[in-house]
């Protein structure tokens, strides 16, 4: 027996239909190099309208790819609802790749349109005469329509964003589309080889979005007000952007001062924002800045975390500036929300932090589990054993673009993390390492994670990654490069920080070598970038790790 319910097709058109009809009062708050630019949910619906009949006199197609270059803002919301609901894929390009990134990207993805922000055209020179399937170039002025040069691109035909909208009407008739079609790609940060295309389709992104919205996930609501750190290009601003607009919540852009805490925290203030998202690297500098200014934000309920652990030190920090932070774990692939820490009311506090500081347990909508590395077996919950975490659901991916790496999915189906983790008997994920930067020393393994975390929990030390380096004898050996707080530059040292670890590692733990530096390399989307420090490491010496071994 069938059952009798409708064969509605999930789509955003549907999020597009609900900011039109029931958020139109809702604020869109943007910060611009002029100022603070405000509109509206209500005020933006006709602009959407008149964009997606912008993409059409383009020539644009359903199935075409369309990228986008830009930083969180209002067009970039715009552009988020236009060209999916159109039936386009949004292509969102990670402004902080290399040149040679993007153009592989570009190419891989055979982007038809680039709308581009003003202030980031420059990333475009390098790209002249390589990226032959983009036709028109859309240039997005921090202010009114913006200034142009042929010169300026050398690409495409040149348009201007507003002057496009202004030449369309302000009703468009949505086509009807299904559920399966690709809406939006993203490509993955590529820590190893070349980045790989994830393809959301409207089906993943609707389901995405009721997930993210759950009271035991990140749970966004009307009654908030929320500031998306994390750009709109990673992993489509964590699927925020649909969720805000789908509870009807207000959003508020940093544009282009996403890195500048100073900047967030006014913003925060002023426009009594209640929810953050970003990765640890983004609350390391927002604590720092509170503490050393004396400042506060009462209003703000939640920050969302995620994209690498987060060190104990920092849930601290942040506890004792009355922010709490939810740790989050997923990825590109996993669109991106895969499990949330929440801890349940009436937990003692020892162990809430602990609980806090896991990966959390896996979203409603996805299931999960570990397996041998070696003989792909699965292993139990029991807080001990440590596999791949391998996951499958809805919002999770079956593949990448053009084929890329078909072994990431078992052959039962399950999608390959790449992450190392262990798994509570309740349910909590305890990542240990990514597969490739776990240390193997002595046939043994150390995580690189844990070893950071307890190196960032000294007072001294703002921040610090962990590689391992190749042992004549051990195989691998873990090397600590250290960031000292600004205040105490100069004055601490390898031996300090050893003994500080002596009582909270193993004794084989121990790194060989601490070596201080100013700034610990970050990846395009704000992580430890350990490749650079590996590329660039002076080799360990057996000598050195005799003497801390003693
Ligand atoms: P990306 O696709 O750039 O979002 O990177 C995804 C990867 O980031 C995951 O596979 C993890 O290795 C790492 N990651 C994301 N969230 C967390 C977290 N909460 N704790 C530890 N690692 C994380």
């Not at 933006?44 to 790819?65: E, F, W």
């Not at 581009?116 to 390589?130: C, N, R, T």
């Not at 996930?217 to 992993?235: I, K, S, Y």
Request: with cysteine; hydrophobic share 40%.
């Amino acid at each position: 027996m069938e059952g009798l319910m409708q064969d509605y097709e999930l789509s955003l058109q549907h999020v597009l239909w609900r900011i039109e009809r029931l958020h139109q009062k809702r604020e869109v708050v943007t910060k611009r190099d002029e100022g603070i630019h405000r509109t509206t949910y209500g005020e933006m619906v006709p602009r959407i309208n008149r964009l997606a009949g912008a993409l059409k006199r383009m020539g644009v197609k359903p199935g075409d790819r369309v990228a986008t270059l830009a930083w969180n803002n209002n067009r970039h919301l715009e552009l988020y609802y236009a060209v999916p609901c159109m039936g386009a894929v949004l292509h969102t390009l990670n402004l902080r790749l290399f040149p040679q990134h993007l153009e592989f990207i570009i190419n891989d993805a055979e982007d038809k349109v680039l709308f581009v922000d003003q202030s980031l055209l420059p990333l475009l020179k390098p790209l002249v005469g390589k990226i032959p399937s983009i036709k028109t170039v859309v240039l997005m002025g921090d202010g009114a329509p913006a200034q142009m040069a042929k010169s300026d691109n050398g690409l495409a035909d040149m348009l201007d964003y507003e002057k496009l909208l202004a030449a369309e009407t302000e009703s468009y008739p949505w086509p009807k589309l299904s559920e399966r079609m690709a809406a939006a790609m993203c490509y993955t940060s590529g820590t190893t080889g070349n980045p790989k295309g994830v393809v959301y389709s409207h089906r993943s992104q609707f389901i995405h979005t009721m997930g993210v919205l759950q009271g035991d996930n990140l749970g966004l609501t009307e009654n908030d007000a929320l500031l998306p750190v994390v750009p709109m290009f990673h992993a489509n601003s964590w699927g925020l952007p649909y969720a805000a607009g789908m509870a009807g919540t207000k959003i508020v852009f940093p544009g282009r001062f996403s890195a500048d805490a100073k900047s967030i925290v006014e913003l925060a203030e002023q426009e009594e924002v209640t929810f953050l998202a970003g990765v640890p690297t983004v609350w390391i500098g927002l604590a720092n800045y509170m503490k050393e200014n004396g400042k506060r934000l009462p209003k703000v309920r939640t920050v969302v975390c995620g994209g690498s652990a987060v060190p104990q030190a920092l849930m601290e920090a942040m506890d004792n500036l009355g922010l709490r932070i939810l740790h989050a774990w997923g990825m590109t692939e996993t669109s991106p929300l895969g499990s949330v820490a929440r801890v349940a009311a009436g937990t003692k506090p020892e162990a809430e932090m602990r609980l806090r500081l896991t990966q959390g347990r896996v979203a409603p909508g996805v299931e999960i589990r570990i397996s041998d590395p070696a003989s792909g077996e699965e292993l139990a919950w029991d807080g001990v054993a440590f596999g791949e975490i391998q996951v499958r659901g809805p919002w999770i991916a079956r593949g990448y673009h053009n084929g890329y790496d078909a072994d990431k999915l078992t052959e039962d189906g399950w999608f390959r993390t790449g992450d190392v983790a262990k798994i509570s008997p309740d349910g909590y994920i305890q990542i240990v390492d990514r597969t490739k930067d776990v240390i193997k020393s002595g046939g043994e393994w150390i995580s690189s994670v844990e070893l950071e975390n307890a190196v960032m929990a000294h007072p001294k030390i703002l921040e610090a990654a962990v590689i391992g380096l190749p042992h004549p004898k051990w195989d691998e050996r873990p090397v600590v490069y250290a960031v000292p707080r600004p205040e105490f530059k100069g004055q601490v040292t390898q031996d300090e920080l050893i003994d500080f670890l002596r009582d909270k590692v193993a004794k084989w733990w121990l790194p060989d070598e601490v070596r201080f530096i100013d700034e610990v390399p970050k990846t395009s989307v704000g992580k430890f970038d350990k490749k650079v420090l590996r590329a660039s490491a002076v080799p360990i010496t057996a000598e050195v790790t005799e003497e801390v071994r003693k």
